[in-house]
């Protein structure tokens, strides 16, 4: 049973415009959320989190909105560029919990056009 | 250098085959990770340890051992490789809050 679900595989969007990736969870015990991009032949990097305390967290061109009561997130690129174009995978974890260990998503590949 | 280093890059092993993966970390972390990606499947957690003397199983364990030789040491163990096996492995180290991940061995199992 996924805890974590992108349902999204893949999303094309043109240069400059708005790129969202979303993402579900259905464990409520997560309290803290975090997106990572993949490029080919590279190990995932970090690029954002949120804390369940929030609602939104912006980070230049990266915005990640939390609806905690939809167990719902969504990462906005602004402008949108080519070199955005990897994979992103959405991952959410309980660090204080007794694992503290991140669920990833599937990932959903996204395609910035010229 | 790499905070996190994983050897080998590539490996094209055959069935039956005993392989090991290395992963180590200058982060100074005590949790290590490793985890299998499959094309559409995400990243899934195969083993994790949170310190030295701690093995934990994630959610594909099976077919697979680790070893925690130090703190910045994690290795990861097909005691009898099966073409199943065939992805992109990635090592990874965390706190509380961050992970850091190598850039990944792909093995392929003939």
């Known amino acids: 049973d996924q805890q974590v679900k992108q349902n999204s595989p893949s999303l094309s969007v043109q240069e400059g415009r708005i790129s969202i990736l979303n993402c579900d969870y259905t464990?409520?015990?997560?309290?803290?959320f975090l997106w990572y991009k993949k490029y080919p032949a590279e190990g995932p990097t970090f690029l954002i989190s949120i804390s369940s305390i929030k609602d939104k967290n912006e980070d230049g061109r990266f915005t990640v909105f939390l609806n905690k009561s939809a167990k719902h997130l969504s990462l906005h690129i602004v402008p949108s560029q080519p070199g955005d174009s990897a994979v992103y995978f959405c991952a959410a974890t309980n660090p204080q919990g007794s694992q503290g260990n991140l669920i990833f998503g599937k990932g959903t590949k996204l395609s910035v056009k010229p | 250098d790499a905070d996190v280093t994983q050897t080998p890059r590539n490996r094209i092993t055959k069935t039956g085959k005993r392989i090991m993966l290395e992963c180590s970390q200058t982060k100074g972390h005590d949790r290590m990770y490793w985890y299998r990606q499959d094309p559409g499947l995400g990243l899934q957690l195969i083993y994790y340890s949170f310190d030295v003397k701690d093995i934990n199983k994630g959610e594909i364990s099976d077919g697979y051992s680790v070893s925690r030789q130090a703190q910045a040491k994690f290795s990861l163990s097909l005691e009898s490789a099966i073409p199943n096996q065939t992805a992109l492995y990635f090592c990874?180290?965390?706190?509380?809050?961050?992970?850091?991940f190598g850039s990944g061995t792909r093995l392929t199992v003939v």
């Open positions: 990874a180290t965390s706190d509380h809050y961050g992970y850091t």
């Open positions: 464990n409520s015990m997560f309290d803290y």
